[in-house]
């Protein structure tokens, strides 16, 4: 595999030992702890990419490899997170899970082969992309949290 596949693929697989290392020892009242009223707890930021890893990312990926260049939905963020099952939102539950989630995910992207990177996609919002492509938006996606379960720490000891 070409270094860069190598790269994304390693990059992907930090992301679990990241959210161990800002979210496992949080308190309760830090993890539902909002920098303001309409962003994301801790503990939400977890379960939607706990959520995403199976039903977006994994499932877009999947559907590129075994489709002709399928037309994937839109998918609404807000409006899955308040309609989403709640029952798994311990933090040590959550951070399994993504555990497990993302290991599916990985096993997948080291067997790809090199024509697996160049499969293809529409979307209304992204337009055409490949699965390289993807993966560096998976990869921003995650990056996106990280720094939003960061800046909520910061935010929560700061708080007056
Ligand atoms: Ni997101």
């Known amino acids: 595999m070409v270094a860069n596949r190598v790269q994304l693929i390693d990059t992907l697989?930090?992301?679990?030992?990241?959210?161990v290392r800002l979210a496992a020892h949080l308190s309760d009242a830090e993890l539902d702890f909002r920098p303001d009223p309409e962003a994301w707890s801790t503990r939400e930021i977890l379960a939607h990419l706990v959520d995403d890893e199976m039903f977006v990312m994994r499932t877009r990926l999947e559907r590129m490899v075994k489709e002709e260049n399928p037309v994937l939905a839109s998918h609404d963020e807000k409006k899955w997170y308040r309609q989403r099952n709640t029952a798994r939102d311990a933090v040590d539950e959550l951070l399994?899970?993504?555990?497990i989630q993302r290991a599916a995910s990985l096993g997948i992207l080291r067997l790809f082969r090199a024509e697996?990177?160049?499969?293809?996609?529409?979307?209304?919002?992204?337009?055409?992309?490949?699965?390289e492509r993807w993966v560096e938006d998976w990869i921003e996606h995650d990056h996106i949290h990280i720094r939003q379960i960061e800046n909520n720490s910061a935010a929560f000891s700061g708080r007056s």
Do not use: G, V
Request: proline share 4%; aromatic share 18%; glycine share 0%.
């Open 116 to 131: 697996e990177w160049e499969r293809t996609a529409y979307h209304p919002e992204y337009n055409h992309f490949t699965t």
């Open 13 to 19: 697989e930090q992301t679990h030992q990241t959210l």
């Open 96 to 99: 399994s899970d993504f555990a």
